[in-house]
């Protein structure tokens, strides 16, 4: 980070504020008295992880919930991909995703619902990926 010019005599500290990004896409604001604020966006080639790296790497945010969670994957695109919400049970709540998967960052989001419509109770439910024969599964606990 550089400032140019430097701030005023009699500034004693500068103030730096910044949002990290798990998506690799930096934003960077650049203050200028005489033009305002600028906000730049990375749109520069990222490397893609590779599958086995993104399906462990699977995210689930918040957690816990209340009404809606982010599930997230950033990886290869895979041909067959399956993505459900199981209860402790083992019983498939809701498939979010059975088919293609594209390259890159692909995100799904849950609305507390089940197949049927219906609102969920709250508990623990299990987060179920499945693709190019790998698995992985994540906790989430859902509160009012």
Do not use: C
């Amino acid at each position: 980070m550089s400032i140019s010019p430097p701030p005023p005599p009699g500034y004693q500290n500068v103030e730096i504020s910044y949002t990290y990004s798990i998506d690799l896409d930096l934003g960077v604001v650049n203050w200028d008295d005489g033009h305002g604020n600028f906000l730049y966006r990375n749109v520069s080639t990222v490397s893609v992880p590779s599958t086995a790296q993104a399906v462990s790497a699977l995210r689930v945010a918040p957690n816990p919930m209340s009404a809606r969670a982010a599930i997230r994957y950033h990886g290869e695109g895979i041909e067959n991909a399956r993505l459900a919400i199981v209860d402790v049970t083992g019983r498939r709540v809701r498939i979010l995703h059975d088919g293609p998967l594209s390259a890159g960052l692909v995100t799904w989001e849950w609305d507390r619902r089940g197949s049927g419509g219906d609102r969920v109770a709250d508990g623990v439910y299990f987060v179920e990926f499945r693709a190019a024969g790998l698995a992985t599964t994540r906790r989430l606990v859902v509160l009012k």
